[in-house]
């Protein structure tokens, strides 16, 4: 049974969606992204703004993990996280990545590639004290991405906090945050039939944006 290998090539599906051309895009990508993302909060409004955050160290090898988007506007696009975490040491050595949404459902994938900034502290205090409860208790205690000996190790910190703070008022860390990626690329993909999906990259030139088709 170790060497048995399960064969999923067989395994397809067929995209339907309407199509996307370059006469209906926006000609700002941060407006197209709106329009898409209102879409996409209409159809799975509880995991719209959840997205894949790539990152390389150093050396280039890669990571990627889903984080949700807490804002965007003309300046980039701004998630949260443990500065100490294994994307914010990435990010240190390498303050560039890519972000992609995908909608099911929608058949919709938007890429997003630009360098990353970290953003002022007072910008993530001010989104960390509008958490719960029970996510604050839980940042302040935790060094995200490295090694604990068990879950009750864990638990016992979140107990201990909270009972060192009876009133609720739980100190942002500052080694906890956001980051800021300003896009450099968009590429906007829309699943089609027979796999001729349609593909249009905003990329910044001189300032501006230019548009083009790629091809599938």
Not at 71 to 93: A, M, N, P, V, Y
Not at 136 to 160: G, N
């Amino acid at each position: 049974m170790a060497n048995q290998i399960s064969d999923i090539s067989a395994l397809r599906r067929e995209y339907a969606a309407t199509g996307l051309h370059q006469a209906d895009l926006n000609a700002d990508p941060f407006a197209q992204f709106q329009l898409w993302l209102d879409k996409a909060r209409e159809a799975h409004p509880d995991d719209a703004t959840s997205m894949t955050l790539a990152t390389a160290d150093s050396e280039g090898r890669p990571a990627a993990r889903i984080v949700l988007l807490k804002h965007f506007d003309s300046h980039g696009f701004c998630w949260f996280t443990d500065f100490r975490s294994e994307k914010g040491q990435h990010l240190e050595q390498n303050p560039y990545a890519e972000l992609m949404f995908y909608w099911y459902g929608l058949d919709r994938q938007v890429r997003i590639r630009g360098p990353v900034e970290q953003l002022e502290y007072a910008f993530g205090e001010r989104y960390f004290n509008e958490r719960p409860l029970g996510s604050r208790l839980s940042a302040a205690v935790s060094h995200q991405s490295s090694t604990v000996d068990s879950r009750a190790t864990l638990e016992k910190a979140v107990s201990e906090m909270s009972a060192q703070n009876p009133d609720g008022k739980i100190a942002c860390p500052d080694t906890w945050g956001g980051y800021r990626l300003i896009p450099e690329r968009f590429e906007f993909w829309q699943g089609r039939e027979n796999r001729l999906h349609d593909r249009f990259v905003y990329a910044l030139e001189d300032g501006k944006w230019q548009t083009c088709r790629l091809q599938p």
